[in-house]
């Protein structure tokens, strides 16, 4: 198969920002009285803020109302967006900029597809939003991943047809997202984990051309 397009997940693949989630959830966790551990931020991978929120009120046994929730998950984003202000190029992933640079160089167009509505604040700390031909980040989608929304539009705004695009995903329901909208999928992380995708990667480091090809 020929790619013509590779569409990026962000958190867990450019960039690692899972552990400032985790601090930020922790927090509000610890607030509402209850433990939330490093375990339970695994369910949080991929999935969106409110979602996220309500994973987390069902660990600590708690019902709120939509407002209520509303304010917590501002709280909890406020403290999470201390964190990103703080980020720097060095926190970008082994290997991203290298692979990135040679698929421009190879004329294959780059997107990001990501469920945060916080992206465009981390791709601009970490300098790589130039680097995108197109960005579709949380506040463009109202159907989150597994929804394929996100991927398709990303293929929309580039003008290439899903069968001619990769993802690169670290979470299951990337994955799934990216096979629901007719693309192929390489998972960055454990083949347990993502064993749906066409090719389980460690991380960029470990991709190359020859890899894109061989799809
Ligand atoms: C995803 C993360 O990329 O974005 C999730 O994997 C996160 O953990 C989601 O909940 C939404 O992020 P944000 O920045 O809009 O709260
Ligand atoms: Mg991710």
């Not at 209520?68 to 964190?83: I, T």
Request: glycine content about 8%; charged content about 30%; overall charge negative.
């Amino acid at each position: 198969m020929k790619t013509k397009a590779c569409l990026f997940d962000l958190d867990g693949v450019i960039v690692d920002t899972a552990k400032y989630h985790y601090i930020a959830w922790r927090e509000l966790a610890k607030e509402l009285g209850f433990e939330f551990t490093e375990k339970d931020n695994e369910r949080l991978k991929g999935v969106s803020r409110m979602t996220s929120l309500d994973i987390l009120l069902e660990i600590g046994g708690i019902t709120l109302d939509d407002e209520k929730k509303l304010q917590l998950a501002d709280k909890k984003n406020e403290n999470y967006r201390s964190f990103i202000l703080e980020m720097t190029p060095e926190e970008i992933l082994p290997g991203t900029k290298d692979f990135l640079a040679a698929l421009k160089e190879e004329g294959i167009k780059i997107a990001l597809g990501s469920a945060s509505k916080n992206a465009m604040t981390i791709l601009d700390r970490l300098n790589l939003t130039n680097l995108f031909d197109a960005i579709i980040d949380g506040n463009k989608v109202s159907n989150a991943k597994p929804d394929p929304e996100v991927f398709l539009k990303g293929a929309i705004e580039l003008g290439i047809s899903p069968s001619e695009c990769v993802v690169f995903e670290d979470a299951e329901a990337g994955v799934e997202a990216a096979l629901a909208g007719g693309m192929k999928c390489i998972g960055i992380g454990s083949p347990e984990v993502l064993g749906k995708a066409n090719l389980v990667v460690d991380g960029l480091h470990d991709m190359t051309l020859d890899k894109l090809a061989s799809l």
